[in-house]
């Protein structure tokens, strides 16, 4: 049977995984950050969708299962799966969703990186490393 427990970093020779986190109103920063994290050699988990799908004949607002909550326990488990978080925060802006998500990765001891806050720093490299 596999060791099921996520690593805290990532081993030697092996990508870094990062989740990214913020506002789904972000939608092209998000792609940008992915794309350049991507191509830096890491392993990026992103939103699995920045509003709902326009899907014929579906009323989401009758959806009973709690979408939103459904959609936050699959984001909490990509952070797990993450060997650190990064927050696209255009403007510095942190959301309530997003305050929730970095408390939990502090919680599990993952690294949080602000990307507004490091313009001159590369995504994903610890400055003082």
Sequence with gaps: MEDQQTPQTAAVGEAKVITLCGSTQFEAEFAEVNQRLTMEGCVVISLGMFGLPNLPDYDWAA???????????????????ADEVSIVDQGGYVGES??????????????VRYLSLETSVRPGVDPQE
């Design 98 to 111: 997003t305050r929730r998500e970095i408390a939990y990765a502090e919680s599990l001891g993952k690294p």
């Design 63 to 81: 959806d009973g299962s709690d979408l939103r909550a459904r959609l936050g326990r699959v984001h909490f488990q990509k952070i797990r799966m």
